[in-house]
């Protein structure tokens, strides 16, 4: 079974407008961190946003939130206000208490936001 | 800072060539990361040093060896390319222990033919 689904390949969303990227974890550690990373187009990772296990508040990082949902392993990543740079593939990403700090990455949503 | 760096930037090798792509971090990061990119797969782990003479395999490492030469240098070596291979390849370097985020390299472009 997968550990990181994103099922979204592809969003679209106009400027300013909110929207939301789908993240579903598998793991059955009790402990363990999710991330996002934006790639642009120019190919760079770009670390977005964090989110502990034990967190209890959901993180956020300007425009960027986490929809952190514990009892349904799910770690949605919302940016508000979208902008034409937002444009890019989202990664969603788990290290796993029993691996030794390697990440775990999802297959990636497309977003493109549009004027 | 530059952060984490790589080199080359592109590379077109013959099946059957070698070639060690090189990563080199000024952050003063204990564990580095090498993973390659295919379309629609996602970012996978081949090899990671948690610290300096360290290193593991990660989901894929059949065809490829590293060397964490020192704590700023970790290198991927194809001994004897395939197509199979053809992808873009990140370097990351992280603090280590703990949730703490990687930081990527701007990637190596590997053609195979």
């Known amino acids: 079974a997968q550990k990181i689904t994103q099922t979204q390949p592809g969003m679209f969303v106009q400027e300013k407008e909110a929207v939301t990227l789908d993240c579903t974890y598998d793991?059955?550690?009790?402990?363990?961190?999710l991330f996002w990373y934006k790639q642009p187009s120019s190919g760079e990772m770009i670390f977005l946003i964090y989110?502990?296990?034990?967190?209890?508040q959901n993180a956020t990082e300007g425009r960027y939130s986490l929809n952190f949902q514990k009892a349904r392993k799910s770690a949605n990543l919302v940016i508000s206000a979208s902008q034409l740079g937002d444009s890019a593939m989202y990664f969603c990403a788990m290290r796993e208490n029993s691996g030794y700090s390697t990440l775990t990455f999802g297959k990636g949503t497309m977003l493109l936001v549009s004027p | 800072n530059a952060g984490v760096t790589q080199t080359p930037k592109f590379q077109v090798l013959k099946t059957g060539q070698s070639m060690t792509l090189q990563c080199a971090q000024d952050m003063n990061h204990n564990s580095m990361y090498w993973y390659r990119q295919d379309p629609g797969m996602g970012l996978r782990l081949i090899y990671y040093s948690a610290s300096e003479g360290t290193t593991d395999k990660g989901e894929v490492p059949n065809g490829y060896n590293v060397s964490r030469l020192n704590k700023r240098e970790f290198s991927l070596r194809l001994e004897s390319a395939a197509p199979s291979q053809t992808s873009v390849y990140f370097c990351?370097?992280?603090?280590?222990?703990?949730?703490?985020?990687?930081?990527f390299g701007p990637g190596t472009r590997l053609t195979v033919l």
């Open positions: 793991t059955s550690d009790q402990s363990y961190g």
């Open positions: 990351a370097a992280s603090k280590g222990q703990g949730n703490n985020e990687q930081f």
């Open positions: 989110q502990g296990s034990y967190d209890e």
